[in-house]
């Protein structure tokens, strides 16, 4: 049985992954901004006692350290640094940019994603097999954007990108692996109902490239599936 900390755990692709984990019998540390509120993550921790929840704000940085205070007995193999936010709107194109927005695109995305990782660094270190999966996206690459736009989003996680490579190469060292992936164009309130593929879909997938990894992987930018993605 392994444990997997996942933040935004209360729906889409982080509410997926808690309970793809819970399925196979793992504990899962699923965390969430408004856990009482999160009536489909408290259901399926009904369902799965091995799922706890947690009150967990990316932007929160002290709280961040709380919790990993609160857990200092815990080990935790796998960190999934879900939680994200798109950021732009139609109405604030380049030239009428809303910088606070970005601002708060940029501190949950990265920040928050980098910061998860720092603060369970300890936690990581007790697993046999550490891996910190960062769910990026293919908006991030600089190579493949072709159209434009998404300042806000494309950005955070170019940075995210950049960060999590840089983390990849400085922890290697101690065995600890990172993932960095495309999770796809996912059916969730992010991706919109036309998106090509389901969360089982996306989250499967992720968590067969995870179980499959090794360090000689590590600091890898990657679709859901495993295909490289162009940085
Ligand atoms: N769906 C796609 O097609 C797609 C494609 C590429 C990448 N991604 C990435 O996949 C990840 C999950 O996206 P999704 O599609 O599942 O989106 P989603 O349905 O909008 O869910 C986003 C999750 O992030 C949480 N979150 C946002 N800000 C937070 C904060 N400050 N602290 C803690 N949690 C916070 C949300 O919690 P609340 O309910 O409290 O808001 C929610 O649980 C994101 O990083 C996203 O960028 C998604």
């Known amino acids: 049985m392994k444990t997997i900390l996942i933040t935004g755990a209360n729906r889409g ?18 965390c969430c901004r ?6 489909d993550l408290q259901q399926l921790a009904e369902k799965h006692p091995t799922i706890q929840c947690y009150q967990l704000d990316v932007l929160d940085r002290q709280g961040i350290d709380d919790l990993a205070e609160d857990l200092a007995d815990v080990t935790v193999d796998i960190l999934i640094a879900n939680a994200g936010i798109y950021g732009d709107k139609p109405e604030h194109p ?21 910061k998860t990782a720092e603060a369970f660094l ?12 960062a769910i990026s996206s293919l908006m991030g690459s600089i190579a493949d954007n072709g159209s434009g736009g998404s ?3 494309r950005s955070s996680k170019a940075a995210l990108n950049a960060a999590m490579k840089s983390i990849a190469i400085d922890l290697k ?6 993932l960095i992936f495309h999770p796809g164009w996912v059916q ?15 989250v499967k997938g992720m968590m067969a490239e995870i179980n499959q990894f090794d ?12 295909t490289p993605m162009p940085w």
């Open 215 to 226: 360090l000689s992987k590590t600091g890898q930018f990657i679709k859901y599936d495993g």
């Open 122 to 133: 300890p936690h990581l270190k007790h697993s046999k097999k550490p891996i910190i999966a």
């Open 13 to 30: 692709i982080g509410l997926a992954f808690s309970q793809f984990y819970a399925q196979q019998g793992d504990q899962v540390l699923a």
């Open 94 to 114: 380049f030239g009428k940019l809303d910088y606070e927005a970005w601002l708060r695109t940029l501190e949950t995305n990265v920040l928050g994603a980098v």
């Open 34 to 39: 408004h856990p009482e509120a999160a009536t």
């Open 188 to 202: 969730t309130d992010m991706g919109g109902p036309n998106a090509l593929i389901d969360t089982a879909t996306s």
């Open 151 to 153: 300042i806000c989003y």
């Open 173 to 178: 060292p101690v065995g600890i692996g990172v």
